[in-house]
Structures are given as C-alpha cells and as structure tokens.
C-alpha cells in the first residue's frame, strides 16, 4: 500500500513507533528503497516518524512543521 501510494506521486508518512525493531529496520529498509530507485527522498520527521516525498512533489516547510508538531514523539 505504502509504494502503490508513493508511486501515484502521494507522500506518505510512516510512523513506526512501537514497531519491533528488526520489523522497522526491515520497513525502513524497502522504503529507502522504494524512494531511492523512484528518485524521491526519504526523511525523519521525528523519532520513528519518516516522511516519503516523490520526486515530482514538494512538501512545504509549513507542512514539514505540521508533521513534527501533530504529537508525535519527538
């Protein structure tokens, strides 16, 4: 679900907090992946929290913010 939705050029965010750590590690892994060989980026937004931007999509600096702020650990 998570490369169907970054393939049709939606970010996503992925929140692994409270995920096992080899399982998150693994997620982690398929995503930078997925972002590296589709040219996009992948970033920490806070602690466990990663935003998956296509290459074709920009998030605003507002929009980053949001995202830290929502109540995430951080």
Do not use: W
Not at 24 to 45: H, K, N, P, T, W
Not at 50 to 65: A, D, I, W
């Amino acid at each position: 679900e998570v490369a169907d939705k970054y393939k049709g050029s939606v970010p996503v965010i992925l929140n692994l907090q409270g995920v096992e750590r080899d399982l998150s590690r693994r997620i982690i892994d398929f995503a930078s992946g997925l972002c590296y060989g589709l040219g996009g980026q992948m970033e920490r937004v806070a602690n466990q929290v990663y935003l998956l931007t296509p290459s074709n999509v920009e998030v605003s600096q507002e929009e980053r913010r949001r995202l830290h702020d929502r109540g995430y650990d951080a």
